[in-house]
């Protein structure tokens, strides 16, 4: 009997395909893990996976295809990785190739070669710097970098930092200056541990006991407790196990100062994961950690598939953050698998954030995770003072009310600096005709178009259309049309005018959108030349800006009144964060917050209990809606060029259900039209199923969609399990 190769392929089914071993390849040659290159249907060839080897199968052999290539002489995925993503195919309930697609580097599902290349790092050659070496200005900068990093820095590192880096470090080589060299696969020198406070100890001491099991733990400290430096200490403990770490972090505009800090504690080869990386970057990285010559590995949620040698820890920082939730195909949480990855390997995982999850304080509350409190702001730094704002009295049109004008030109007089919060990128979210009242709105998602002024463009935040604006109204030719409400632009442009001599910094998606742009602006708020500082909620995400004393919330109101049943969380969570970037240091902070609902409920319940006290009453309210964590949901959604069709299509399933699953196992709600219901010229809508029953819930799962027609052109299904919203 031929040996039957079982191969999962990129395609959107749910089963593996049997393939023949040609008789010119031994079966030795064969093992699970390894890529293959088949033919799939009449003309196409595709790279596929081996999961399983057998003598069996319920298709005749004479109908079975041979593979037409072997591209691994060994396996390319460690047994461990492979488990996780057939479990993760399971639990989502996504085709397996297509989670490989996801999960893997794009480059080895295309086939592409898997050498593997050395580390590399430069550092200063045994030279003296004289007068005779005329440096350029770039030159000098990375002269006074490399002088940071005696043992040497790898090249992505400093191109995190400098611009056109790979031109200066040859110029600077040909000079005999600076010298690259291979890194062996381990060592350091021992770190400048900071002094911690008692809480920290605890914390440290804790996690380093159990670095041999699960041991699953959430670190629960406050804005500025130093639960980073927690992180380092516990890291150096790995690190001198000869294990590797797998940092998380929420957010690509984050990577530059977290990699710049690992940096200046370690002499170890530390890398970096996000999705600004070019595919050969993302390769090397890959296979390179699974190899062991990476001892760190930080990245944003896709990091969580990275292969390690000898995996000795995992931390998600900022553990609460929706952006660790896959959007799109494989709806995946990273927070979530990095627990099950730590189970399945026996090791310890830390869940850091100053405003956790309500799903993680019930675990943590019902003993599943270790509880870990740092309930102090490190060194001398006191917990900010809060001011509300009632917008009501204020003048219309003047979203910076006079308090906070005042307060901002104190911080200015006192070298102080300011960071002001509107969560709203652009000029203005809407530009209507002041005469027949029409908006523009985006043809494809039917919603209000966001006005750029600095790039006089209309665009669409949700399928990312753009326009370029024409001030006439096209309805009644009124030759003026008028922006209304503000953005981060238009706060920008009033500054400028209140506030002539400051130097003012706007910080959202659209000007850190080129590469370095972030660690640019970063740099400049750290060395003190800028005075204000203007941001959406990437300011909001762990950044610590030592000279920051004031934080203006320009508008909250909108997150007040949410109709998703996390949008209380959401909202608290990030009040709470964007409140803590005041005062970290010695000198005291102030919170000032501008809204035009001063007694609301939650707004002062914040403000005056603080997070915990609200996560606590928002379990109980929870429970008594049977929302999660006290119960399990999962969404069917679906899309249409014709309204009616999505609504049908989901109705049809729901009556599928019904007819397979009992009535106490799940809950079926009614088909709804999304809360957006129209997305890049597609109408949408979903059913929602709920249960008390997470197996329960799975295994109704299993029942119900292999029952669904396929998803296509005309209807376009998906499922997310675990959603964080409803919208």
Not at 447 to 464: A, V
Not at 544 to 569: K, M, P, Q, W
């Amino acid at each position: 009997m031929p040996t039957i190769l079982q191969v999962s392929i990129p395609v959107a089914l749910y089963t593996s395909f049997d393939y023949l071993l040609p008789a010119h390849i031994s079966p030795a040659s064969v093992q699970i893990g390894i890529r293959v290159k088949v033919p799939f249907g009449a003309s196409r060839k595709l790279v596929g996976i081996v999961i399983g080897l057998t003598d069996k199968t319920n298709i005749p052999t004479s109908k079975l295809k041979p593979i037409s290539a072997l591209l691994d002489s060994s396996p390319l995925i460690p047994q461990e990785l492979l488990q996780l993503i057939q479990w993760a195919s399971r639990y989502y309930h996504y085709p397996l190739g297509m989670a490989f697609d996801v999960a893997l580097p794009s480059s080895l599902m295309q086939g592409k070669n898997t050498q593997s290349d050395a580390v590399t790092v430069w550092r200063l050659a045994e030279m003296e710097l004289n007068s005779q070496h005329k440096l350029t200005e770039q030159q000098q900068k990375l002269i006074q970098l490399l002088q940071q990093y005696p043992q040497g820095i790898a090249k992505s590192a400093i191109e995190n930092q400098l611009k056109n880096a790979g031109i200066t470090l040859r110029s600077l080589e040909k000079k005999g200056l600076i010298i690259q060299e291979e890194v062996g696969q381990y060592g350091s020198e021992q770190p400048q541990h900071l002094r911690l406070n008692s809480a920290q100890k605890q914390a440290v001491n804790q996690v380093c006991a159990h670095l041999n099991q699960f041991y699953p733990s959430l670190l629960d400290g406050v804005t500025g407790s130093g639960k980073t430096e927690v992180y380092l200490q516990i890291i150096q403990q790995v690190i001198e196990q000869n294990k590797q770490t797998l940092l998380l972090i929420p957010e690509i505009n984050l990577t530059p100062q977290t990699v710049a800090r690992f940096r200046q504690r370690y002499q170890v080869p530390i890398a970096v994961i996000h999705s600004k990386l070019s595919m050969q970057e993302r390769l090397q990285t890959w296979l390179q950690a699974r190899d062991g010559k990476i001892s760190i590995i930080i990245g944003t949620r896709s990091a969580i598939w990275t292969p390690f040698l000898k995996l000795g820890i995992i931390i998600v920082d900022e553990e609460h953050d929706d952006s660790y939730k896959q959007q799109n195909s494989l709806r995946y949480s990273a927070r979530n698998i990095a627990i099950v990855r730590a189970q399945k390997l026996n090791i310890p995982v830390i869940l850091g954030s100053a405003t956790p999850s309500l799903e993680s304080l019930y675990n943590a509350k019902q003993g599943r995770y270790q509880h870990i409190v740092l309930p102090e702001r490190a060194g001398v730094a006191l917990h900010p003072a809060f001011k509300i704002i009632n917008m009501q009295h204020q003048q219309a049109n003047y979203p910076i009310s006079q308090v906070l004008q005042n307060n901002i030109q104190a911080c200015l007089d006192q070298q102080q600096q300011v960071l002001l919060f509107i969560n709203r990128r652009g000029y203005a979210p809407i530009l209507q005709c002041p005469s027949c009242e029409w908006v523009a709105q985006c043809t494809d998602c039917e919603i209000n178009m966001t006005y750029h002024k600095m790039t006089q463009t209309l665009h669409c935040h949700h399928c990312n259309k753009q326009y370029s604006v024409d001030l006439i109204c096209p309805q009644c030719q009124h030759p003026q049309l008028k922006p209304l409400g503000q953005g981060t632009e238009r706060i920008e442009e009033i500054l400028q005018q209140y506030f002539p001599e400051a130097c003012i910094l706007r910080i959202d998606s659209d000007s850190t959108s080129r590469k370095h742009a972030m660690s640019d602006l970063i740099n400049k708020i750290n060395a003190g030349e800028a005075d204000i500082l203007v941001g959406t909620q990437i300011l909001a995400k762990g950044h610590h800006f030592e000279n920051v004393t004031l934080v203006g919330v320009i508008n909250i109101d909108g997150g007040l009144f949410g109709a998703d049943y996390r949008s209380a969380e959401q909202m608290a969570q990030l009040f709470t964060q964007v409140s803590g970037r005041a005062g970290r240091v010695e000198k005291k902070g102030l919170v000032i917050v501008q809204t035009f609902f001063p007694d609301h409920p939650l707004l002062k319940h914040l403000i005056q209990k603080g997070y915990h006290a609200f996560a606590h009453e928002h379990l109980i309210e929870r429970e008594l809606t049977a929302y999660p964590p006290f119960s399990y949901l999962a969404v069917l959604r679906a899309e249409s060029a014709i309204k009616e069709d999505a609504l049908h299509f989901l109705e049809m399933a729901r009556l599928e259900a019904k007819y397979l699953i009992d009535d106490e196992v799940m809950q079926l709600h009614a088909p709804i039209e999304a809360p957006i219901q129209k997305r890049v010229g597609k109408y949408r809508a979903q059913l929602l199923l709920q249960s008390s029953n997470r197996t329960l819930l799975h295994e109704s799962l299993s029942q119900w969609l292999p029952k669904l027609p396929s998803s296509g052109k005309k209807i376009h299904w998906s499922l997310d399990v675990d959603p964080i919203d409803l919208l």
